[in-house]
């Protein structure tokens, strides 16, 4: 299957926008533009133009089917429209994708080993010494404060409770600066960073820097994180494989059609192969 991705979008307010003869209106793209963030007007106009266009693409053929809305209603009560189930409804009828299987998953987990190992799990204590992240006085103030520190707790590591306890403004100061277990992915990029230097028993050698201030930073215990076995993560393979596969094979879809119409105001790139191979 062809990876394809749709051109930029190039309408603006003052060209027509048009799909087969038929013209999108522009108070209905600047309408649609309210639920296309952007960095400019013109930007969220175009983006809104295409999903329209495409909306409309999706209409035609369903239309050409003979297709009937057959609306769908969520767990919360919500209700397709119409035009919402029509596309949802020649989606489901003409883009026909393979499904994963147990091989397929096998393989693509054997293939990724790293991507499905749990998360390490640090336990730690640190001694915070905070200042804002734009008060350059601060936090030059902060680091001088941190250095004094730790140079205590090198002479005396036994001692970083009680720096801790008398040091640091986080409220963990109260239980000597311990966090308790930190998973990988939960805290600041440069604390993590700070803890995967060290080894167990170990504190910094240079205070670390986060948003918040700077940390004098002692790795207790590290967990290392276990590889999770294949059924437990072979739902979530398959998910994601048929997800991919699926997205694809829409936008090829959509591309296909484009291809065949005749569009104005906004450019859509053609397909130039067939859906599924």
């Known amino acids: 299957m062809s990876n394809l991705a749709f051109a930029s979008p190039t309408a603006s307010p003052s060209r027509?926008?048009?799909?087969n003869g038929r013209t999108i209106p522009r108070e209905t793209i600047a309408q649609e533009a309210q639920h296309h963030p952007a960095k400019t007007p013109a930007a969220a106009f175009a983006e809104a133009a295409r999903a329209l266009v495409i909306r409309q693409l999706l209409l035609d053929r369903a239309n050409e089917l003979g297709l009937f809305p057959a609306p769908l209603e969520d767990a919360q009560g919500r209700r397709e429209t119409d035009?919402?189930?029509l596309v949802r409804q020649v989606v489901e009828a003409e883009v026909i994708t393979p499904v994963a299987d147990e091989a397929i998953c096998r393989r693509y987990y054997d293939m990724n080993l790293r991507r499905f190992?749990?998360?390490a799990i640090f336990e730690a204590a640190h001694i915070l010494f905070p200042a804002a992240p734009g008060d350059q006085a601060a936090r030059a103030e902060a680091r001088i404060e941190a250095e004094a520190v730790l140079k205590l707790v090198q002479a005396a590591p036994e001692r970083f409770a009680e720096l801790a306890r008398r040091h640091s403004a986080c409220p963990s100061s109260q239980q000597g600066?311990?966090?308790?277990?930190i998973s990988a992915g939960t805290t600041s990029p440069e604390f993590e960073k700070a803890l995967d230097r060290l080894q167990p028993g170990e504190s910094c050698t240079e205070p670390a820097e986060t948003r918040y201030g700077f940390h004098i930073?002692?790795?207790?215990r590290r967990i290392e994180g276990q590889l999770l076995p294949f059924e437990a993560v072979r739902e979530r393979i398959a998910n994601y494989l048929n997800e991919t596969v699926e997205r694809?094979?829409?936008v090829q879809y959509i591309a296909m059609l484009a291809g065949k119409a005749t569009i104005t105001g906004v450019i859509l790139e053609a397909a130039t192969s067939p859906l599924v191979q």
Do not use: I, K, W, Y
């Not at 027509?16 to 799909?19: K, P, R």
């Not at 600066?177 to 277990?181: F, P």
């Open 16 to 19: 027509v926008v048009s799909v």
């Open 117 to 119: 190992h749990a998360s």
């Open 248 to 250: 694809r094979a829409t």
């Open 217 to 220: 930073v002692r790795l207790n």
């Open 177 to 181: 600066g311990n966090l308790g277990q």
């Open 83 to 85: 035009d919402e189930a």
